[in-house]
C-alpha cells in the first residue's frame, strides 16, 4: 500500500459545480496535511494545511481532515476554469524511522466552462 | 520576501555526464528539501537538510547528493547521468527547526533536466 493514495484523475468538473478531491494515507499517526495545487509546465503551490480533525476553509477551498478513516479532502466551491490543474496531497509520514513528507501521485481537475 | 530560487532552470546533459543544481531557501528557513518529479513516478523526495547536515534521504542511489551551506543555500549533483534522470527537481524550503512541527514547506520553480 502506498503511503498516500489519490486518484488519478482526469476529474472534470463543469464551471461552478463543486469540485471534490480525495486522499488517502496509511500512516496512523500522521499529524500534518498539505494540498499543494500544480500548474502544468509549473512548480506546486500551497492551498491549505490542515491539522486537525473536522472541516477548515480558505475562500472557496475547504480541506477535510478525518484522523479515524485516515483520508483528508479538499473541495473547491464555484469552481473557475483558472482551477483546472494537478492538485497534489502531501502527508508527513515517519518512514523508516524518519520524518518526511510524503506526497500522493495528484488528481488531475478539468474546469469545464 | 523573496521565494525559494533554483538555479539553473533549464539543463540538457549527456549521459554519463554529471550536474550540479543549486537552490536558495527563503531567507529565515533552515531546512531545504530536494525532490524528484516525473510523469511516472511523481514527486518522490530526495533529501533534506538542516543547519548543513542531512537528516532525512530517500530512496535514490549513491550518485544523488546533495549538501547545504552555512548560509542555508543548498546544491544538488547527479553523477554518471542516466537517461531516467530526466526530470524536474523541486528545491523547498521550511523554517522546520529541529522538533518537527509538520511546518509547511514551500516550492522553487525547479530545474528541468534533460539527459539525452
Known amino acids: 500500500q502506498k503511503e498516500v493514495e489519490q486518484n488519478s484523475g482526469p476529474l472534470s468538473v463543469p464551471e461552478g459545480a463543486i469540485a471534490s478531491l480525495n486522499c488517502t494515507y496509511s500512516d496512523r499517526v500522521s499529524q500534518s496535511f498539505f494540498w499543494y495545487r500544480q500548474y502544468s509546465g509549473k512548480s506546486p503551490e500551497l492551498i491549505m494545511s490542515i491539522y486537525s480533525n473536522g472541516d477548515k476553509e480558505d475562500g472557496r477551498f475547504t480541506a477535510q481532515l478525518n484522523k479515524a478513516s485516515q483520508y483528508v479532502s479538499l473541495l473547491i466551491r464555484d469552481s473557475q476554469p483558472s482551477d483546472s490543474a494537478t492538485y497534489l496531497c502531501a502527508v508527513n509520514a515517519r518512514i523508516q524511522g524518519a520524518q518526511k513528507l510524503v506526497f500522493g501521485q495528484g488528481t488531475r481537475l478539468t474546469i469545464n466552462p | 520576501k523573496a521565494g525559494v530560487t533554483q538555479t539553473p532552470r533549464y539543463l540538457i546533459k549527456t549521459r554519463g555526464q554529471q550536474v550540479t543544481l543549486s537552490c536558495s531557501p527563503i531567507?529565515?528557513?533552515?531546512?531545504v528539501s530536494w525532490y524528484q518529479q516525473t510523469p511516472g513516478q511523481g514527486l518522490q523526495f530526495l533529501f533534506e537538510?538542516?543547519?548543513?547536515?542531512?537528516?532525512n534521504k530517500g530512496n535514490f542511489p549513491g550518485r544523488f547528493s546533495g549538501r547545504q551551506f552555512s548560509n542555508s543555500r543548498s546544491e544538488m549533483n547527479v553523477s554518471t547521468l542516466e537517461l531516467g534522470d530526466s526530470a524536474l527537481y523541486l528545491c523547498?524550503?521550511?523554517?522546520?527547526?529541529?522538533?518537527?512541527?509538520?511546518?509547511?514547506?514551500?516550492f522553487g520553480e525547479g530545474s528541468w533536466l534533460t539527459v539525452v
Open positions: 523547498a524550503s521550511s523554517p522546520r527547526d529541529r522538533g518537527y512541527s509538520g511546518n509547511t514547506i514551500y
Open positions: 531567507s529565515g528557513h533552515r531546512s
Open positions: 537538510y538542516f543547519s548543513e547536515t542531512q537528516r
